[in-house]
């Protein structure tokens, strides 16, 4: 098929090499504009332009879609379909009508649950014991189209935003691949009604750890926010990334470290630190951080 693709992220990138993979003519490849980065603040380009230029693939990263010149633009590529992978801008309905069946979207969970910005968070935050990935023909709303393929996975306990996202982003460009290839047999489901959730932007406020809340909720809050943006606590004034956790056994005062090997109190139950980070540094295992700045059973942190 002739393929528009439209993402930015690593999240992107193996839909955007699966479908290269299976013999897709990609038309164009529309991404969000090179930010600035680093201390010297030198524009970017973000991961699935950079890939896309490494298979000699035409990109573009228009501001907008809104504009009329953008819209022909886009219609003149005449593409079978556009494929959509977290690209980071609203489409018009005139973008959403252009190619020839339309535009797919691989969204990162069990539709309708968890519609939105940050799925994978949400998921591992609220306690969910599955999540997976959804291909769904686009419309107007906010992630309200038909389905037309699923796949389910665990959550696990030791599971990150990292891992999953991972796991989530191959099982999705399997799945599009299996979806284009299968296109004409395919009868989009519409979502129920029942069982809608929305799955906000991470707020950076979000990441201070409440150590007075119960262990098994500070232990998805670590996970669900591991790597980005990262929750965090403070050890004399220092600010600390706590990237890895693990449920454990003890009590103490909230905040209480319950022995050397960074087991903490909660509200209710314990939780071990297993990564971390401090600021300007790299993420560590807990015995190693352990060695470089010690926190001696009784620090409260």
């Not at 005449?78 to 691989?106: S, T």
């Not at 047999?185 to 007075?212: C, F, M, N, R």
């Not at 591991?226 to 905040?255: C, H, Q, V, Y």
Request: charged share 20%.
């Amino acid at each position: 098929m002739r393929v528009i693709f439209m993402g930015t992220p690593d999240f992107s990138v193996p839909a955007l090499e699966a479908l290269v993979a299976a013999g897709h003519d990609i038309a164009c490849v529309y991404t969000q504009p090179p930010r600035p980065a680093g201390r010297g603040k030198k524009e970017r380009p973000g991961p699935v332009q950079t890939r896309a230029e490494a298979l000699d693939l035409p990109v573009r990263h228009p501001v907008s879609l809104r504009d009329a010149d953008a819209q022909a633009e886009f219609a003149a590529l005449n593409a079978d379909i556009a494929v959509v992978v977290a690209y980071g801008l609203i489409l018009p309905q005139v973008i959403l009508d252009a190619p020839r069946h339309g535009c797919l979207n691989i969204h990162a969970s069990l539709l309708p649950r968890w519609r939105g910005a940050a799925p994978i968070h949400r998921a591992i935050m609220a306690g969910d014991a599955q999540t997976g990935v959804c291909i769904m023909q686009m419309e107007a709303g906010l992630d309200t189209g038909p389905v037309l393929l699923r796949g389910e996975t665990p959550i696990a306990a030791d599971d990150t935003t990292a891992s999953l996202h991972d796991r989530l982003a191959d099982m999705g460009a399997k799945l599009i691949v299996d979806a284009l290839a299968r296109l004409p047999s395919l009868t989009p489901k519409p979502q129920p009604e029942a069982g809608v959730s929305y799955a906000h932007k991470i707020d950076k406020a979000e990441a201070a750890i409440d150590w007075t809340r119960p262990a098994v909720e500070v232990d998805r809050q670590i996970r669900g926010l591991s790597p980005f943006p990262g929750a965090w606590f403070e050890i004399d004034g220092a600010r600390i990334k706590a990237l890895g956790s693990t449920l454990t056994s003890g009590s103490g005062a909230p905040g209480q470290v319950l022995d050397d090997a960074l087991s903490v109190a909660c509200g209710d139950g314990a939780v071990r630190l297993t990564r971390l980070q401090r600021a300007g540094k790299g993420a560590q295992d807990a015995d190693v951080f352990l060695r470089g700045m010690p926190v001696p059973s009784g620090t409260r942190l």
